[in-house]
């Protein structure tokens, strides 16, 4: 029995589909973002102003009325007006679509994977993270349509490598949340605690760890680095490796939880992988368990890229 298996093609036609109306909903919820707020005009000592107010109540004045203000006014009723009826209309094809996936059997993703990865998106951190681990090869096969054998993918934890190339536009979004890490992966699962003898690791109720690690310190990265100014927050441990990780090409993909909801999870081309799940296997101090795991998952990912990733082969694989 061959270790990666192929999605059936109804499964396959399926995600496909879900994958199509998902990312659409994804821009959409982009596209009202840029609209958020409102848009109105007030009256002060007899002369109209257009007045922009944010989401979180700041106004400010963009002059009195005339007919460049009268168009902006408008065009952002117009935009906010499409912006609002496209997303409600994804929406509920995003919804149809995950209830389909749950039907088909099409994901396999634990949920509060999904729940996590969605969860830093909401509030815009999802690109100062890598997916890093064994949950890296859900991206893979949902690219390929297949699934790996059972036991390469078991675990209790994800493992977040944080991009502290991105510090200061990391730091600049957490003030404007106005909020913490551990409070950003409550909204994922309000019992998230960070372990007190593992500063670096949150645990929920059921036992499942998110792991926040770093590259070692350069380039004036801090160090230590907590993750806000929340004194009970995650801190990020180093780890060697990660500069590899960090400056591999980016991989990208829509994965599916067994529930039927998706997320896109941002994590290191097939190749980087392998390298570094071989390099992790022979590393002396390894646990012997981990590391055969380590090795098979390297097999696995090579094995996938030679036989369905065919852009990621090197010269030396394509001959074998």
């Known amino acids: 029995m ?8 109804n499964q396959t036609r399926q995600y496909i589909d879900a994958e199509t109306v998902f990312l659409e909903l994804r821009r959409a919820r982009a596209e009202a973002a840029e609209v958020r707020g409102s848009m109105f005009w007030r009256t002060q000592s007899g002369t109209e102003y257009l007045i922009r107010e944010s989401s979180r109540g700041a106004q400010k004045s963009l002059g009195p009325r005339s007919a460049e203000n009268a168009q902006i006014y408008q065009r952002f009723k117009t935009r906010k007006a499409e912006a609002s009826s496209r997303l409600v209309s994804l929406t509920a094809a995003a919804h149809n679509q995950q209830r389909l996936n749950k039907a088909l059997r ?6 509060i994977v999904i729940k996590t ?10 690109d100062h993270f890598v997916t890093i681990g064994t949950h890296t ?9 297949v699934r790996f054998m059972p036991d390469a993918l078991a675990t209790q934890d994800i493992d977040l490598l944080f991009d502290s190339r991105k510090r200061m536009s990391f730091v600049s979004q ?10 950003a992966l409550r909204k994922a699962d309000p019992t998230f605690r960070v372990k007190q003898d593992q500063k670096q690791t949150a645990i929920n109720d059921s036992g499942f760890e998110v792991d926040v690690i770093r590259r070692t310190a350069k380039d004036g990265d801090p160090h230590p680095f907590r993750m806000s100014n929340d004194e ?20 990208s993909q829509v994965v599916v939880a067994e529930t039927g909801h998706m997320a896109v999870m941002n994590t290191m081309d097939p190749l980087t992988f392998v390298a570094i799940k071989r390099m992790i296997s022979n590393a002396p101090g390894r646990d012997p368990k981990k590391r055969v795991k ?18 990621y082969q090197r ?3 394509e001959k074998k």
């Open 294 to 311: 380590d090795a098979l998952q390297a097999d696995l990912v090579e094995e996938l890229v030679r036989t369905h990733m065919p852009q």
């Open 117 to 126: 990865l969605n969860a830093l998106e909401a509030v815009g951190l999802q």
């Open 315 to 317: 010269p030396s694989q």
């Open 2 to 9: 061959s270790p990666i298996l192929e999605l059936l093609p």
């Open 174 to 183: 957490m003030q404007r949340m106005d909020s913490s890490f551990i409070g």
């Open 232 to 251: 009970n927050d995650l801190w990020a441990v180093q780890i060697e490796g990660a500069e590899k990780i960090l400056s591999a090409q980016r991989f």
């Open 106 to 111: 099409v994901g396999r993703v634990p949920g």
């Open 137 to 145: 090869l859900y991206a893979y096969e949902s690219a390929c349509g």
